[in-house]
Nanobody, 118 residues
């Protein structure tokens, strides 16, 4: 199983970006997909969670600005980020766990850099 993240870049304050993370592999049964971020000099923090069949959750700092969604047919999770602020600057990582056939997996994507600056 591999996770491929994309969509990061440089954006001005107030702008938007959409991150994508696709899980590849056959016979996948995903339990949960998440987005984390790690800003320079800070610990990695959980940003958004989307469990299969469950409710989405967000860290307070992004509520009302970020939206996590999934395309289950494509095993892809998205993070729509609006009203971006400089404090959102970080490397964003996707995470997924679940079943790959009869095997449990938990994997991280490679990270995609989001820079919010004027």
């Amino acid at each position: 199983v591999q996770l491929q993240a994309s969509g990061g870049g440089l954006v001005q304050p107030g702008g938007s970006l959409r991150l994508s993370c696709a899980a590849s592999g056959s016979a996948l049964s995903i339990n949960v997909m998440k987005w984390y971020r790690q800003a320079p000099g800070k610990q990695r923090e959980l940003v958004a969670v989307m469990p299969t069949g469950g409710s989405t959750k967000y860290v307070d700092s992004v509520k009302g600005r970020f939206t996590i969604s999934r395309d289950n047919a494509k095993n892809t999770v998205y993070l729509q980020m609006n009203s971006l602020q400089p404090e959102d600057t970080a490397v964003y990582y996707c995470y997924a766990d679940g079943w790959y056939g009869t095997r449990w997996f938990d994997h991280w994507g490679q990270g995609t850099l989001v820079t919010v600056s004027s």
